[in-house]
């Protein structure tokens, strides 16, 4: 049931008036902190908001302006959307939080946290896009306001990493475009609120032209081979930057995107009529196996988790593309699974750099004595990559491992277990240096008057999310949680038939 509301246009709205706030006061550091945690709650409390309807079947919708029939610039939170929005929303206090305490003393905090809200006002606009216009120029605004934060040290490295990025982004978009063109001029609308509007009437190839045009434009940001390259790269950005990147922004977006291809632009069942998925199917499988192997290989830590981050998105598209209830099911929760579990970890590395000064994984011997607290958190996200029960990963990696078996994909469940073995082949050498191994030198004192191991704005946000990797695994079918969200996503994007449950 469709709801008029405006709702789903103020919730981006909000981060962009901080935004534009932020730059105006942002000098004094009461006013810049005041509007960022102002607009965060605001926010959350917009998009909780919407909740209780979503979980009842409500989709609210706010069309903002018509330019000719069937195309214009629309909002609605559907199931999907709400989703993303909830876990962006969420996990950008958070990160907030962390970046303050992280960029304590840092230059140009006035730009730094202007385009920290801009990259959230935009990531959740693409979770509430109507059609793909709307979703198109969202989508392009994140790259233009990623890269200030992408190249804030202003370092010659910098500089270069931003260069990559654009590169590889805007190309992408061009892609995207051409795709949304050729949708919009084959179907006649551009709306995303059905399971397909695209119909095989049009004739094989041209089909084959758009999936592959969407799936190049939005899986760039999605990191899929050979459209990484840009962000192991990307890694050079501050810490906070790297978790956005990686857990909140733009990386997701990506893999919302080719999603919201498989199941809102083409439908599961013209999709399990085509064979379009079976390639990218493959090729997930192949990026998950790969970069995982390469992770096993970076001794700095951000890289490790930047491959580790390749890797894990392959989940979300490898389990769209199988086209089936069950995962489709397991790629959604994974938007939050891997979101809470791949933010802990940035931010424990985060604060080991700014604590310690350590960047590598062969300087970390005995830091668990050291900083308690973040590598238990730390662990915890490794466990939950592994797939260990109770944990979020493991739910994933279940519905995940059922949604191939639904498929007859029995060589999915292969890649998840050698996946799993990978993961642990990179994450527990990380582990068992910290915990195991004695330090090589003394490790530095704890800061005069300070009780905690770092920053308590550094800290705080680890022990939560790291919490919400637990919570995630032992609440998954709790109504409310993230994981009845996704199944009502999921009967969405099966209502017009496809492969059966």
């Not at 291809?261 to 998950?288: D, K, M, Q, R, S």
């Amino acid at each position: 049931m469709d709801v008029v509301d405006a709702r789903p246009i103020l919730a981006p709205f909000v981060s962009f008036l901080c935004a534009g706030l932020v730059f105006a006061f942002g000098r004094s550091i009461f006013w810049r902190r005041f509007f960022t945690f102002l607009a965060a709650f605001i926010k959350m409390g917009l998009v909780f908001s919407m909740l209780p309807g979503t979980l009842r079947g409500v989709v609210y919708v706010y069309e903002f302006v018509e330019f000719t029939p069937g195309i214009g610039i629309g909002f609605r939170a559907d199931a999907y959307g709400m989703f993303f929005a909830l876990v962006s929303s969420t996990l950008w206090l958070f990160t907030t939080i962390y970046a303050i305490g992280y960029m304590q003393g840092d230059r140009d905090r006035v730009r730094f946290f202007g385009f920290f809200a801009l990259c959230v006002s935009t990531t959740v606009g693409v979770a509430f896009a109507e059609n793909l216009l709307t979703f198109f120029l969202f989508y392009e605004t994140l790259t233009i306001c990623t890269y200030p934060l992408v190249v804030h040290a202003e370092t010659r490295e910098a500089l270069r990493a931003g260069r990559i990025y654009l590169t590889y982004t805007l190309i992408g978009g061009g892609f995207a475009l051409i795709g949304a063109v050729m949708v919009s001029a084959t179907a006649g609308t551009l709306t995303l609120a059905q399971p397909g509007i695209l119909t095989d009437d049009v004739g094989v190839v041209t089909l084959a032209i758009i999936f592959v045009c969407l799936t190049i434009g939005f899986g760039v940001k999605a990191g899929i081979m050979p459209l990484h390259g840009w962000l192991p790269i990307a890694m050079v950005a501050p810490t906070p930057v790297s978790a956005l990147l990686h857990a909140v922004a733009v990386v997701k977006v990506g893999a919302f995107g080719v999603t919201r291809v498989i199941y809102n632009v083409f439908g599961a069942e013209l999709l399990g009529e085509l064979g379009f998925t079976v390639p990218l199917g493959l090729l997930a499988g192949f990026t998950i196996v790969a970069s995982s192997t390469i992770a096993l290989t970076q001794d700095h830590l951000k890289r490790r988790l930047a491959y580790s981050t390749i890797s894990q998105l392959s989940y979300i598209l490898l389990g769209a593309a199988l086209l089936t209830p069950l995962a489709a099911t397991a790629a959604i929760v994974h938007v939050a699974n891997q979101a809470f579990a791949k933010i802990t970890m940035f931010f424990v590395v985060g604060a080991i750099a700014r604590t310690t000064g350590k960047k590598y994984v062969s300087e970390i011997d005995g830091i668990a004595a050291r900083m308690p607290i973040s590598m238990a958190a730390f662990t915890i996200a490794a466990l939950s990559f592994v797939g260990v029960p109770l944990t979020a990963g493991f739910i994933t990696k279940w519905y995940l491992a059922l949604g191939a078996l639904q498929a007859d994909a029995w060589w999915f469940v292969l890649v998840l277990i050698v996946s799993a073995l990978l993961n642990a082949g990179y994450f527990f050498p990380i582990v068992h240096r910290a915990y195991f191994r004695p330090a090589k030198e003394p490790w530095p004192p704890f800061e005069e008057g300070r009780r905690f191991e770092t920053a308590k704005t550094l800290l705080f946000p680890i022990v939560i999310c790291a919490a919400y990797v637990l919570l995630l695994g032992v609440t998954a079918e709790v109504p409310g949680m993230p994981f009845s969200i996704a199944q009502v996503a999921v009967e969405s994007f099966f209502a017009g038939g496809g492969v059966a449950p």
